[in-house]
């Protein structure tokens, strides 16, 4: 069988933030390799995030990183109090977002707010997590927070996760 595209949610230490077994939440990108639309070479618009799983939560968070690039773990991006469905592509790169959707972005560690894609170095191709967190409250967090701080506010409120899979290569 072919390695899944649509990574399964692997409960990492989820637990631990809620006191409780976390949920298992599918997420799904529908791309092992990203579409050129997704990156610093295109558009750079944020790709369709598929969620199912999350019907008891509030709200949903996510966390995109790198974890191969050359500083270490390099984040792309973070958004929280989306509704509990899957998210749609191309969110505007503002702090609070209105439509498509509700919800609030932060700072990814090129600086900027809002969804950043993957711009490697040439080489070998780097993995990107699409980290998926449903929540059992919205966040009160402002805008333009830094992934940190996401997380800080995250302890306690995770009822579920799960994380796909893609990889970015530059020659």
């Keep these: 069988m072919r390695a899944e595209v649509f990574a399964m949610a692997v409960i990492l230490g989820v637990a631990g933030c809620t006191g409780m077994p976390a949920e298992e939440l599918k997420v799904e990108l529908g791309f092992e390799e990203f ?4 990156t610093c070479d295109g558009a750079d618009v944020s790709p369709e995030v598929g969620v199912t799983g999350a019907e008891n939560a509030e709200a949903l968070a996510i966390i995109v990183d790198d974890p191969d690039a050359p500083g270490g773990t390099f984040t792309h991006w973070i958004a929280w109090n989306l509704p509990p469905a899957s998210i749609p592509e191309s969110l505007p790169k503002v702090g609070t977002v209105k439509s498509p959707v ?3 972005q932060g700072v990814n560690d090129f600086g ?3 969804y950043a894609g993957p711009c490697p170095p040439p080489g ?3 993995r990107y997590f699409f980290r998926v967190y449903a929540l059992d409250a919205p966040l009160e967090l402002e805008a333009g927070a830094t992934r940190a701080e996401l997380e800080r506010a995250m302890k306690g409120h995770v009822i579920a996760y799960g994380e796909a899979v893609a990889t970015y290569g530059r020659v």
Excluded: E, L
Aim: glycine content about 8%; overall charge positive.
């Design 35 to 38: 579409p050129q639309k997704y």
């Design 102 to 104: 509700r919800a609030v």
């Design 112 to 114: 900027r707010v809002g």
């Design 124 to 126: 070998k191709p780097h």
